[in-house]
T-cell receptor, first 115, second 115 residues
Framework: EPEVTQTPSHQVTQMGQEVILRCVPISNHLYFYWYRQILGQKVEFLVSFYNNEISEKSEIFDDQFSVERPDGSNFTLKIRSTKLEDSAMYFC?????????????FGPGTRLLVL | AQSVAQPEDQVNVAEGNPLTVKCTYSVSGNPYLFWYVQYPNRGLQFLLKYITGDNLVKGSYGFEAEFNKSQTSFHLKKPSALVSDSALYFCAVRDMNNAGNMLTFGGGTRLMVKP
């Protein structure tokens, strides 16, 4: 069964550094998402992406964040200058279409630790 | 605004007994409701969803959930729990009236099934 994959599984970085988190969505899916889960807190929506542009974003997704689909398979989340509070588990998800009936399938996550 | 509450941080049940994990939601329109499960060091795995139709929805691994509009609830159930069901369970909602696709998650409920 096709799965969403994410790399790396863990990343440790220094405050102020740039990080890029990578995701390979399910191959015939067209909508892509990033969520994050700070330790002990809820899973929170960050952004959705379709047709090479952001379709929706939350208040968390400020100018420090950007997303890109650099080729036909990868979907990336970039944090330009990391802060301590960016430490979290970041989940990528994808769905076949953006209509509301479609299920979002999640990857295993990247645990980001900012020191 | 859409929101989800999972009132129990943890549910303990003996193997073979029925289990219920509670979820209540709040949306302005009609809800799309989802249950996901997270095993240690794994991503969020889709279990089941309610879109419309029968209030009792059947999903993976013998789980089912009952949609109750008057009580704004979507409790997850299983007739006979297995030790391997021990995991973190998340309820999520999407408001049909919202143009976007973001999921709003509850805080999660840890299910512990004891032999």
């Amino acid at each position: 069964e096709p799965e969403v994959t994410q790399t790396p599984s863990h990343q440790v970085t220094q405050m102020g550094q740039e990080v890029i988190l990578r995701c390979v969505p399910i191959s015939n899916h067209l909508y892509f998402y990033w969520y994050r889960q700070i330790l002990g807190q809820k899973v929170e929506f960050l952004v959705s992406f379709y047709n090479n542009e952001i379709s929706e974003k939350s208040e968390i997704f400020d100018d420090q964040f950007s997303v890109e689909r650099p080729d036909g398979s990868n979907f990336t989340l970039k944090i330009r200058s990391t802060k301590l509070e960016d430490s979290a588990m970041y989940f990528c998800a994808s769905s076949k279409e953006g209509v509301r009936l479609e299920t979002q399938y999640f990857g295993p996550g990247t645990r980001l630790l900012v020191l | 605004a859409q929101s989800v509450a999972q009132p129990e941080d943890q549910v303990n049940v003996a193997e073979g007994n029925p289990l219920t994990v509670k979820c209540t939601y709040s949306v302005s329109g009609n809800p799309y409701l989802f249950w996901y499960v997270q095993y240690p060091n794994r991503g969020l795995q889709f279990l089941l969803k309610y879109i419309t139709g029968d209030n009792l929805v059947k999903g993976s691994y013998g789980f089912e959930a009952e949609f109750n509009k008057s009580q704004t609830s979507f409790h997850l159930k299983k007739p006979s729990a297995l030790v391997s069901d021990s995991a973190l369970y998340f309820c999520a909602v999407r408001d049909m009236n919202n143009a976007g696709n973001m999921l709003t998650f509850g805080g999660g409920t840890r299910l512990m099934v004891k032999p």
